[in-house]
């Protein structure tokens, strides 16, 4: 059973980091497509990042480029988002999710497991 359990949110000023994990209890044998999403009130869950984690370049969605960086442990059992530079437009309820089929997709719809979430909010 896929079990994802994310961990790092809180409340943070703008201009400051922080640093989401992922713990993932997945098969290790083999590769997935693991993303960051986000969802604040009264809006759609997005993309906020995608890892392949056989390999190859991340995607992020336009808003967090260049300030966030997705990355996964050696084990591939945990994932992380490290977000530097937040605005208030980042405070959302951020999600951990899986998906187990190829290619890799930035829709939330694509997503097979996702964890509770973890709540980013940035406000001075």
């Known amino acids: 059973q896929v079990q994802l359990v994310e961990s790092g949110g809180g409340s943070v000023q703008p201009g400051g980091s922080l640093r989401l994990s992922c713990a993932a209890s997945?098969?290790?044998?083999?590769?997935?497509?693991m993303g960051w999403f986000r969802q604040a009130p009264g809006k759609e869950r997005e993309a906020v990042a995608v890892?392949?984690?056989?390999?190859?370049?991340?995607y992020y969605g336009d808003s967090v480029q260049g300030r966030f960086t997705i990355s996964q442990d050696n084990a591939k059992t945990a994932l992380y988002l490290q977000m530097n530079s937040l605005k208030p437009e980042d405070t959302a309820m951020y999600y951990c999710?899986?998906?187990?089929?190829?290619?890799?997709?930035?829709?939330?719809?694509?997503?097979?497991?996702w964890g509770q979430g973890t709540q980013v909010t940035v406000s001075s």
């Open positions: 999710a899986t998906r187990l089929s190829l290619p890799c997709s930035s829709r939330f719809q694509d997503y097979d497991y």
């Open positions: 997945l098969y290790t044998y083999r590769n997935y497509c």
């Open positions: 890892i392949y984690t056989g390999g190859g370049r991340p």
